[in-house]
């Protein structure tokens, strides 16, 4: 099996920066693409990062030039650097990773459990 496990979510004043980090471990050979989805009662969840295992990244227009998607290989890591945070970002991120088994090498889909993220105005 697979986990992941998200941490540095709070509660972080306008403006300000909070840096969210998610490890896999388990059965893994290989991680292929993994990124950040925020969820906000009422809504459907959103992709908010993307990054590839080459490093390539995309990102939702609402957080264009203010979060920074990133990953350490070697750790099966990934982190989302969030400056300039609104209250708008207020949301439960979760992880997510298109991981390889190392038992059978099929790519299967895992989640994090999530973690809350409030920016207060």
């Known amino acids: 099996q697979v986990r992941l496990v998200e941490s540095g979510g709070g509660l972080v004043q306008a403006g300000g920066s909070l840096r969210l980090s998610c490890a896999a471990s388990g059965s893994i050979f290989s991680i292929n693409a993994m990124g950040w989805y925020r969820h906000t009662p009422g809504k459907q969840r959103e992709l908010v990062a993307a990054i590839t295992s080459g490093g390539s990244t995309d990102y939702a227009d609402s957080v264009k030039g203010r979060f920074t998607i990133s990953r350490d290989n070697a750790k099966n890591t990934v982190y989302l650097q969030m400056n300039s945070l609104k209250p708008e970002d207020t949301a439960v991120y979760y992880c997510?990773?298109?991981?390889?088994?190392?038992?059978?090498?099929?790519?299967?889909?895992?989640w994090g459990q999530g973690t809350q993220v409030t920016v207060s105005s």
């Open positions: 997510n990773a298109e991981v390889v088994w190392l038992r059978n090498r099929q790519p299967n889909t895992f």
